[in-house]
Every structure is written in structure tokens, then in C-alpha cells.
């Protein structure tokens, strides 16, 4: 169902100098607000609309494409220059899952402990050598600023191995068992600032504002 005149915000002549962000998550929006600081761009996320959206199935094989997807779709039904991001743990002795389906693993309404709880009854046995894994983000820019058609997409990763047992307190979602290749912690036991300057999504943000920089300042 298009819902465009309940989600469209007041003056949509303005787009351009707006940035949706297709989360809900006001700390992420909040995150991508900062690093945008000095450009004439207000950014503003799913909660700041009129009426959220529905959200929409993510049936995308990949991260890009998910991305993709959520990208097209918030423009489709807002109008508004649109960001929207994928993420997810590769883990190479499950054959590249949980993948895609990271946030989904195991069944329907697991708890974040639960699924690594599950992770690392699959890892059972696997040698260290061989607990290799990748957290990957892939980002996705998506409207027409300016009169200009943007489809664009970035994408972060960072190489680590999957630990034995949860360690450290910080972070979210996997962080606790995935140990960063270079540092020998894992995201949990990082500082924010530490986390930001080695995450894939760290890694695509700044691609991404790169590029933002260049095309709102042009």
C-alpha cells in the first residue's frame, strides 16, 4: 500500500538538504548526524517522520542487495534522499552464516545471548585456526538530491576469528565473541572509539560521508 502522504514530511521542495536514515535506532541516527556536522544537510531518522513506515522484507541474498532494498523503499514512499544499511557475521566453518540472516538467527525472537549461545554450540570442536570470520556492512544511498539520481553503495568489513567463550561488556549483538584479527580483543572488550576506527560499519560510514561531502558541498 503507498502511504507517501502519511509518511512525507511538510516541504518536500527541501529534500535534499534532508538525509533519511531507514532506522529506527536514534543512536545510529545520531551517530551519522555528528560525522555530517558542517554541511547544510539535516538528518533525521524513521521515528522523526509523521508516520513510520511499515517495514519491509529483507529477501535479498546479499547484504548490498538488502540494503538496496530498504534503501529503495523508504525513498519510494517518502521521496526523500534515502540511507539505509545491512549488516552481519561470516563465519567461515559454517560456510559464510549466520550471513544475512544474523539478526534472524536460530529461531524467530532469540535473544542476543541466545544466538551466541547457539554460535558457539555450532563452533563446537572447530580449532582455532580454523574460527575465522568477517563482520561485513554494506550501506546504500538512494534519491534524487539536487535533480541528480544517486544509487549508490559502500561497503565496511573487518577479519577477525570467533572466541570460545563471550568476552568483554561493551557493544551489541556478536561483539562478545568476535575477536578483531589485529588487536587480539574482542568488539566487547573495545572502547567506542576503538570500535569505531576497526567496524565494518565504522569502515562504511566513512565511505559513505565521503561521498556525502562531495556531492552536498558540489
Not at 40 to 52: F, H, K, N, S, Y
Not at 88 to 107: I, N, T
Not at 134 to 157: D, H, K, N, Y
Request: hydrophobic fraction near 35%.
Amino acid at each position: 500500500m503507498n502511504t507517501k502522504p502519511e509518511t512525507q514530511i511538510p516541504n518536500p521542495h527541501s529534500a535534499f538538504r534532508i538525509l533519511l536514515v531507514a532506522t529506527s535506532n536514534k543512536g545510529k541516527v545520531a551517530e551519522i548526524a555528528s560525522l555530517l556536522e558542517g554541511l547544510t544537510c539535516r538528518v533525521i531518522g524513521l521515528e522523526d517522520l509523521p508516520q513510520v513506515p511499515p517495514s519491509v522484507e529483507e529477501t535479498g541474498k546479499t547484504f548490498v542487495e538488502n540494503a538496496l532494498i530498504k534503501a529503495d523503499y523508504y525513498h519510494s514512499i517518502t521521496g526523500l534522499f534515502t540511507l539505509a544499511d545491512d549488516s552481519g557475521l561470516e563465519v567461515d566453518a559454517l560456510d559464510g552464516r549466520p550471513g544475512v540472516y544474523s539478526a534472524r538467527y536460530g529461531c524467530e525472537g532469540l535473544s542476543s545471548a541466545d544466538q551466541i549461545a547457539l554460535l558457539l554450540e555450532e563452533m563446537k570442536g572447530v580449532p582455532e585456526e580454523k574460527r575465522t570470520a568477517r563482520f561485513v556492512c554494506s550501506i546504500a544511498l538512494v534519491g534524487a538530491p539536487g535533480g541528480q539520481s544517486v544509487r549508490q553503495t559502500f561497503e565496511g568489513w573487518c577479519e577477525g576469528r570467533i572466541a570460545d567463550a563471550p568476552r568483554g561488556s561493551g557493544g551489541f549483538g556478536y561483539d562478545p565473541v568476535f575477536i578483531d584479527a589485529e588487536l587480539g580483543r574482542t568488539f566487547a572488550e573495545l572502547s567506542r572509539e576503538e570500535k569505531s576506527a576497526r567496524s565494518h560499519r565504522g569502515r562504511a560510514l566513512r565511505a559513505t560521508i565521503k561521498y556525502l561531502e562531495t556531492l552536498l558541498r558540489g
